[in-house]
């Protein structure tokens, strides 16, 4: 007999099954490059870039919340999301995004290909994105994305399939899709895209697996690709002399871009930090410098040409990214660029032209080496000889992570998450097959014998102003706002306010997982918030092993003052969530 | 220890054990031991498969779809059993989500990017750890614009 059906209940979209609104106000629709180079000065009610502005300072003026009224700060709401079937790194997924804020909206992207706009009152979803992301991508460091870009109505976000892809922001709907790596070699895409003028500018991740690093510039509208920029030159072009000229090293150089870069529109540079060489730690089948690895970039934006470079750590051997943020300041008049090495270095450069103006210390523990007050490295301890095994501070999530530091200009300090963790490292020779992890080393971190800081350092001499001490590794970004706080969550799940000028903890609260992510504030009809996305996961093994069993998590947390914040009946009586 | 390549083939060794049954070896069934089929281009270059839920095995068959490239596929899902189901699948957008009541049928589409492969579950209950987790796989390379500027490297 055959079998009569009935027709099942048509398909949908899996968020019209919740209380999802559908689509935003159109806040972003004037976003414009005007408005961003401005973003500090003219509307710090809004965090309109991944630092809040172009000078990657993460600092920002509002002083609602301030050192007197701290203690009284509470949660205003909670966005919590989880997740859904099978899917990449389930182990390691985590919530390390910093959200953009544009006149009460939210655009925030988490792990696994999800994006979402939130009521930044209240918590409530607008809409949300999904990417489907390939369950056998690569990926280095686990399930992650680091945030969006918003401008001319649209927001930006790569995928861990190495697709950038423009979202309209009143709808969510995709706009245009475009392919910028090759998941087959090993890349991914995991960085918070930058616009420049009518440019989204995105970084390659997957410098694990042998690939060549490279940034891409698209065009916000059509997403036709403006150029892209090598981070490892090929055999003949600037920097190819630091690369063994017979092999086939550059092939696999690594020096990937997986962090945002910030931007000077007077010297019309980007300032963008690139990451390991490939292999990690296996140096002798790289002979040579390996340019533009383990580098500050200054890229011309117009055309993608790399400027002039300064190298953190030449012929890396510890897996020293320098990816991690390039803060932009001005000092007695000068233009200068201040970066937080994974080597424990401190790094304050003129930013006109890459000459090194102070070099310091911020590391608790340096072992591999020594860099002297004229940039001279000389390494001491690293995987030379097959086999054996050496051991080093910091190991190779550094001193610092691409978790960023901030910068105050009202108390002229920077503000840095400081790890000390030290790690095994034996090299193990391996031949390179594209796709699979391409380390040259076994390593294993240390699991005890670790701590973590927040230091203030100056600007002025770049010498420690205060310090405040942790049990483990900080692993997160760092804030200063113009009420004299720094705000920093901890691996524990508590997120701190600090007193900008001496370090004592003014107030704390558990979120229940712990942060590796960037906290931003902004303000709604004067009211401050303070937003921190909080999920541990991602490359723990890398930067804290000891706690790879604490609590996943995925949830943002918005703080504000008690009276000031949205108050249920304010939703009920008005009918409507604006 | 026999190891798969040795003596028998890793599916061969799987259905010895009764692996791919359900409530035999284990209490469900392996995700993806329900057979593979090929996703097929009409004229008008669209892709489309079939996918059914056969009677009291809890899984998908095929548990592996395969699509010759990324893009958009037409999937008629078809529920033999005799329980209730649902289908949770994937699709760049969002999640395409579907009842599948007792002897029902409907069609989703879906858009995913190639090369990979992603799952599709059903999400009640514990029928994904049952064995109603399938994959769907697609081939192909990325666009030639995308890939890196150097010559052919080795492979696995």
């Given amino acids: 007999m055959t079998q009569e059906y009935t027709d099942a209940p048509s398909a949908v979209r899996f968020g019209r099954q919740s209380k999802v609104v559908g689509s935003a106000p159109p806040v972003a629709q004037d ?9 500090r000065s003219e509307e710090p009610q809004n965090w309109l870039t991944y630092y809040g502005a172009y000078d990657g300072q993460r600092y920002s003026p509002l002083d609602e919340i301030n050192t007197e009224n ?4 509470a949660p205003a709401w909670v ?3 989880g997740s859904f079937g099978l899917h990449a790194g389930a182990s390691t997924y985590a919530f390390e995004a910093a959200p953009i804020v544009v006149d009460g909206v939210m655009f925030l992207s988490g792990w696994d290909g999800w994006v979402w706009a939130i009521d930044a009152r209240t918590g409530q979803e607008l809409w949300r994105y999904k990417h489907e992301v390939p369950f056998d991508v690569g990926l280095c460091c686990g399930n992650v994305n680091r945030g969006v870009a918003v401008a001319k ?20 709907e995709c706009v245009w899709d475009a392919t910028y790596g090759d998941v087959r070699a090993g890349e991914s895409g995991t960085v918070a895209p930058l616009v420049v003028k009518n440019l989204v500018i995105v970084g390659s991740s997957g410098g694990e697996f042998g690939n060549r690093g490279h940034l891409d510039a698209f065009d916000l509208d059509t997403g036709e690709r403006a150029w892209r920029c090598y981070t490892v030159p090929k055999p003949g072009e600037p920097g190819s002399e630091t690369w063994p000229a017979d092999g086939e090293a550059w092939q696999r150089g690594g020096g990937n871009c997986w962090v945002t870069g910030t931007y000077d529109p007077e010297q019309n540079l980007l300032y963008w930090g690139t990451g390991n060489p490939g292999p990690d730690f296996d140096g002798e089948v790289r002979e040579g410098d390996n340019l533009y690895t383990d580098s500050v970039i200054a890229v011309d934006p117009d055309n993608g040409e790399i400027r002039w470079h300064y190298q953190f750590t030449p012929h890396d051997l510890w897996d020293y990214d320098s990816n991690m943020e390039s803060i932009l300041f001005e000092q007695d008049g000068r233009k200068l660029l201040a970066h937080f090495d994974k080597n424990g270095y401190f790094f304050v450069l003129d930013r006109t ?17 020594e860099i002297d007050a004229n940039g001279k490295v000389t390494p001491k301890v690293y995987p030379d000889k097959e086999g054996e095994t050496v051991h080093f ?36 020779r391996r031949e390179f097959k594209e796709g699979t992890p391409y380390w040259g080393a076994s390593v294993t971190v240390d699991s005890d014998n670790m701590q973590g800081f927040v230091k203030a350092i100056d600007a002025s001499t770049s010498e420690e102003v205060w310090r405040w001490h942790n049990d483990t590794p900080m692993c997160a970004s760092v804030l200063a706002t113009g009420g004299d706080l720094v705000f920093v969550g901890a691996p524990s799940g508590e997120f701190r306010a600090f007193n900008a000028h ?8 558990q979120c229940g997982s712990g942060h590796h992510s960037s906290p931003v504030t902004y303000s709604i009809d004067g009211t401050q918030y303070v937003a921190v996305p909080v999920g541990w996961g991602s490359w723990v093994e890398g930067f804290l092993p000891g706690l790879m069993g604490a609590p996943h998590g995925n949830a943002i947390f918005s703080f504000a003052l008690p009276g000031s914040a949205h108050r249920v009946s304010d939703a009920e009586s008005s009918g409507q969530l604006y | 220890m026999t190891t798969a390549n040795e003596k028998q083939s890793l599916s061969e060794m799987v259905s010895e054990l009764g692996l791919d049954k359900s409530n035999n070896a284990t209490i469900g069934r392996l995700i993806a031991h329900g057979g593979l089929g090929h996703a097929e281009e009409g004229p008008d270059g669209r892709m489309r498969a079939q996918i059914r839920i056969p009677l009291d095995e809890m899984i998908w068959d095929p548990s592996i779809l395969v699509m010759p490239r990324g893009g958009e596929i037409e999937i008629e899902l078809i529920n033999d059993d005799t329980n209730t189901h649902c289908a949770l699948m994937p699709s760049n957008g969002d999640k395409q989500w579907m009842w599948l009541p007792v ?22 209950g514990n029928d994904e750890g049952q064995g109603l987790f399938g994959a769907i796989v697609v081939l192909g390379d990325v666009p030639e614009e995308a890939r890196l500027d150097r010559p052919p490297q080795t492979r696995p």
Avoid at chain 1, 502 to 509: A, D, I, N, Q, S
Wanted: charged share 20%.
């Fill in chain 1, 70 to 73: 701290i203690n009284r700060l």
């Fill in chain 1, 31 to 39: 976003v414009t490059y005007e408005r961003i180079l401005e973003a």
């Fill in chain 1, 79 to 81: 966005f919590q999301f």
């Fill in chain 1, 353 to 369: 032209n890459g000459e090194l103006v102070r070099v310091t210390p911020f590391a608790e523990r340096i072992t591999w080496g």
């Fill in chain 2, 103 to 124: 002897y029902s049928k409907g069609t989703v589409t879906l858009d995913l990017d190639g090369p990979g492969y992603y799952w599709f579950s059903s999400n009640l």
């Fill in chain 1, 153 to 172: 109505g649209k927001v930006f976000v790569v995928t861990l399939n190495a697709h950038v892809i423009a979202l309209d922001a009143v709808t969510g």
């Fill in chain 1, 393 to 428: 501070f910091p190991g190779p999530a550094g001193a610092k992570e691409w978790c960023h530091a901030a910068y105050s200009p009202k108390t002229q300090l920077f503000y840095a998450p400081v790890q000390d963790t030290g790690a095994q490292v034996t090299r193990r």
């Fill in chain 1, 502 to 509: 001496t370090g004592e903890v003014l107030w704390e609260f």
